[in-house]
């Protein structure tokens, strides 16, 4: 298993609007949690949702069967792989995390700092 349950940053049943709508009230940069993907998809089990200045981003985490290891976003070389999820959360709350926005094309990067809780 990906080392998520039981973590207080793990959202299990969690839908992106409701997500969102939590990490908005948070309104501190850097503030995440991790939910389900929406999708019924095995190589993209869940997904990282992060708040960096006034926007929510949805990052899918990508199991990659091969390896059995987990990978941030879409495929790409030198990509950093994870053991779990757990090793994710834990590395980007020291290393910052880059944040693609592909709609205006701008890169941004914070750490994870602020674990919001959706009751």
Request: with cysteine.
């Amino acid at each position: 298993e990906a080392g998520v349950h039981n973590k207080v940053w793990y959202a299990a049943t969690c839908d992106r609007k409701t997500a969102e709508e939590a990490l908005y009230r948070s309104n501190k940069d850097g503030s995440f949690l991790i939910r389900k993907s929406s999708g019924q998809d095995s190589r993209q089990p869940y997904t990282l949702v992060v708040f960096y200045n006034r926007r929510v981003y949805n990052i899918p985490i990508r199991f990659i069967e091969s390896t059995r290891q987990y990978a941030l976003g879409r495929e790409k070389n030198g990509e950093e792989r994870f053991d779990s999820v757990a090793e994710i959360v834990e590395n980007h709350q020291h290393t910052s995390l880059v944040l693609i926005d592909s709609q205006n094309n701008t890169k941004d990067s914070t750490k994870l700092k602020h674990i919001i809780r959706v009751s």
